[in-house]
Nanobody, 128 residues
Framework: QLQLVESGGGSVQPGGSLRLSCAAS????????IGWFRQAPGKEREGVSC????????YSTDSVKGRFTISRDNAKNTVYLQMNSLKPEDTAVYYC?????????????????????WGQGTQVTVSL
C-alpha cells in the first residue's frame, strides 16, 4: 500500500525553525512529484513547496520563498521541508502528497487536484 507519513511538526516561536519529514513506503518517491501543502483554519489548502520527479526542480509559493527549502533524500525515500524564520501566518496543518509528473512542478504545486496520495498531516504552530 502506498503511504506517506509526515513528522516533525510542533510549536515554535516566531523566527524559529522546524524540519518536516515525509517518509514514503510502497513506492519510490523519486518517480513522483512530491508536494507540501498546508491548510489553516478557515482557509483553502495551499501549495507550499514541491519538488519534481526528474531533475529535482523545486517550486515554492511566494510567501515562503527564502525561508522554506524542500529537498529529497532518495536513499531514505524521504522528502524534507526545512522551515526557517517561521511566522504566525505559517500556522497550519502541513500535508505531503505525491503525484505523477504530468506537467510543470509550478503548475502542479498550485493545485492540490493533481495529487492523489496524501499523508495524514502534521500540525505546525507558530506563536509567542
Amino acid at each position: 500500500q502506498l503511504q506517506l507519513v509526515e513528522s516533525g511538526g510542533g510549536s515554535v516561536q516566531p523566527g524559529g525553525s522546524l524540519r518536516l519529514s515525509c517518509a514514503a513506503s510502497g513506492f519510490t518517491l523519486e518517480h513522483y512529484v512530491i508536494g507540501w501543502f498546508r491548510q489553516a483554519p478557515g482557509k483553502e489548502r495551499e501549495g507550499v513547496s514541491c519538488i519534481s520527479s526528474s531533475d529535482g526542480t523545486t517550486y515554492s509559493t511566494d510567501s515562503v520563498k527564502g525561508r522554506f527549502t524542500i529537498s529529497r533524500d532518495n536513499a531514505k525515500n524521504t522528502v524534507y521541508l526545512q522551515m526557517n524564520s517561521l511566522k504566525p501566518e505559517d500556522t497550519a496543518v502541513y500535508y505531503c502528497a505525491a503525484a505523477l509528473h504530468v506537467t510543470t512542478v509550478q503548475t502542479m504545486c498550485r493545485s492540490s487536484q493533481w495529487f492523489d496520495y496524501w499523508g495524514q498531516g502534521t500540525q505546525v504552530t507558530v506563536s509567542l
